[in-house]
């Protein structure tokens, strides 16, 4: 790519900024003087950092509806700091009422997690993926076509994110005031709609007694 080129591929994202403030301007004079009096978020949205993944406009949603923490493969591991200072913040302080982790058919990180493929440092973190898949290897050893036991592999590994939702104790201290509800997601290309899992948990009892803490 040519100099002038990269630079315009920049500036376009900032023309496109000007051009829809000007719009939301246009549709409501006080939209940004809405937003700046704070959030009120009811959604905390785990997905996958794939571009082609928007939590607000696949969901038809607006800013301030829902707060975002994306990674690759949309994992929830319970040593990152990241997550667990997004994950305490929106249900501590934000009190969201639901955590919706959003994985979808396709998923880059999941495929190459199903590969034996060298992925550099990225090795790292399909590492958590692969042990999902350990986990459930009966399961899909026995589907022999490849991209159905893709897309079984992407589901699995949202159950298994919500589980290891389930299995910090934010959320527990959160089910036990009964104030919130975790629901395991899958976005498709192929129509751009949403499955839901329905693996919603909102109760110890789902939970293996090992994980669940006195509280
Ligand atoms: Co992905």
Redesign the pocket.
Known sequence: MEKEEIKKSYERLLIGNQSWAAEKLNQDPNYFKGLAMGQNPEYLWIG???SR?PANEITGTKSGEIFVHRN???VVVHTDMNLLSVLYYAVEVLHVKHIIVC??YG????IAAMSNKDNGFVNNWLRNIKEVYEKHSIELDAIEDLNLRENRLVELNVMEQVCNLGKTKIVQQAWKRRELQVHGWVYGFDNGLIKDLNVMVDELSDLQPIFRFNL
Do not use: M, Q
């Not at 998923?107 to 999941?110: A, E, F, L, N």
């Open positions: 996958c950092s794939d993944v690759i493969a949309n994985g979808h998923c880059g990180g999941v």
